[in-house]
């Protein structure tokens, strides 16, 4: 799932960092430089987790963000992983905003 942003890449390269957070996603693994950020989500009662890619482009002040989320330990996701990707596309725009 993407998104293109009308903001510089480190404007909503630290905005998705600011979701994560507040998502209670851990951050694995962040570059700016390369334009990715890699996390995770703690198994739950519903799922084993999930592991998350998100890669930025930009071009000039735009930055497009695509979210990729995928079930760790299990053969369906029973709609966890799209939700993942709405909800981190949604907040890092709320704040964004802010």
Known sequence: ???VFNH?????FKACLKALKQLKMKVDYESL???RIEASTRASIL???ESIVIDFES???KCSMKVSSEAAAQVFSWGKDSSN???ILNLTEK???T
């Open 59 to 61: 071009s000039g002040d």
């Open 95 to 97: 704040k964004l905003k």
């Open 1 to 3: 799932m993407n998104r």
């Open 47 to 49: 799922s084993w987790g």
């Open 8 to 12: 510089r890449l480190i404007d909503v």
């Open 33 to 35: 430089e390369k334009g």
């Open 85 to 87: 990707e709405r909800e």
